[in-house]
């Protein structure tokens, strides 16, 4: 299975013609928007894009879109926030939002909450799709602290998903690998995207290209 991931638009109409043209391109059996799909709801981003791309797609929404943006995924049949599905052979389990920010931004989760939506969700080899890393994994920002989701660790550390697809920290894009692979493409809003092939083992790359 090969996923193109794509986090962090934040309404940016390069990121949504990139990827198209990446769907086009490399031809994914799935696409992943991990969150902040619009800058705080900005009106003037149209996301029926995601609507129109030719690949099955899942998609959940981030801290920085309003709590409108789940209803119009769940129209199009794409929101997986607070929901497990399978998809070529493989489950899918997504969390949207995040862990509390200092910035109280629109869709912030209590660290308790995140647990209590994703353990009854949660199994071992699953492909979980979070807009907010867990604690310590591609969560550091310009300040050096770790932001991560303290929730999100100790359900990774329990369940030992395949792999963790996310984004949130726009300076902390990588890939992480091991038992449990994480990775964060970067802001796609600066052109970052990432490609996650699963074929017995879990392969990943950075995609990059300069925003316009």
Same mark, same amino acid.
Do not use: Y
């Given at each position: 299975?090969?996923?193109?991931? @794509?986090?962090?638009? +934040?309404?940016?109409?390069?990121?949504?013609?990139?990827?198209?043209?990446?769907?086009?391109?490399?031809?994914?059996?799935?696409?992943? @928007?991990?969150?902040?799909?619009? +800058?705080?709801?900005?009106?003037?981003?149209?996301?029926?894009?995601?609507? &129109?791309?030719?690949?099955? /797609?899942?998609?959940?929404?981030?801290?920085?879109?309003?709590?409108?943006?789940?209803?119009?995924?769940?129209?199009?049949?794409?929101?997986?926030?607070?929901?497990?599905?399978?998809?070529?052979?493989?489950?899918?389990?997504?969390?949207?939002?995040?862990?509390?920010?200092?910035?109280?931004?629109?869709?912030?989760?209590?660290?308790?909450?995140?647990?209590?939506?994703?353990?009854?969700?949660?199994?071992?080899?699953?492909?979980?799709?979070? #807009? @907010?890393?867990?604690?310590?994994?591609?969560?550091?920002?310009?300040?050096?602290?770790?932001?991560?989701? +303290?929730?999100?660790?100790?359900?990774?550390?329990?369940?030992?998903?395949?792999?963790?697809?996310?984004? #949130?920290?726009? &300076?902390?894009?990588?890939?992480?690998?091991?038992?449990? /692979?994480?990775?964060?493409?970067?802001?796609?809003?600066?052109?970052?995207?990432?490609?996650?092939?699963?074929?017995?083992?879990?392969?990943?790359?950075?995609?990059? &290209? /300069?925003?316009?």
């Amino acid at each position: 299975m090969r996923i193109l991931l @794509a986090t962090d638009l +934040h309404g940016s109409a390069h990121a949504a013609s990139l990827i198209k043209q990446k769907v086009a391109e490399l031809s994914p059996d799935l696409f992943v @928007a991990c969150g902040d799909i619009t +800058h705080f709801g900005e009106s003037s981003f149209d996301v029926s894009f995601i609507r &129109e791309l030719p690949v099955k /797609t899942f998609a959940v929404p981030g801290n920085c879109d309003p709590p409108e943006l789940a209803e119009k995924l769940d129209e199009m049949g794409v929101n997986i926030h607070g929901r497990k599905v399978e998809f070529g052979g493989q489950k899918f389990i997504g969390l949207g939002g995040s862990n509390p920010t200092p910035f109280d931004t629109l869709f912030e989760i209590p660290e308790e909450e995140i647990t209590r939506l994703l353990e009854p969700l949660m199994e071992p080899g699953a492909i979980l799709i979070s #807009h @907010a890393p867990p604690f310590g994994f591609c969560d550091l920002t310009w300040q050096g602290e770790h932001v991560g989701s +303290h929730a999100l660790l100790d359900i990774v550390n329990k369940f030992r998903p395949r792999v963790v697809l996310t984004g #949130h920290i726009h &300076e902390s894009p990588g890939i992480v690998d091991g038992a449990v /692979t994480v990775i964060n493409p970067g802001p796609a809003s600066r052109g970052k995207l990432g490609l996650v092939e699963i074929d017995g083992s879990v392969t990943t790359k950075l995609l990059s &290209e /300069t925003a316009r």
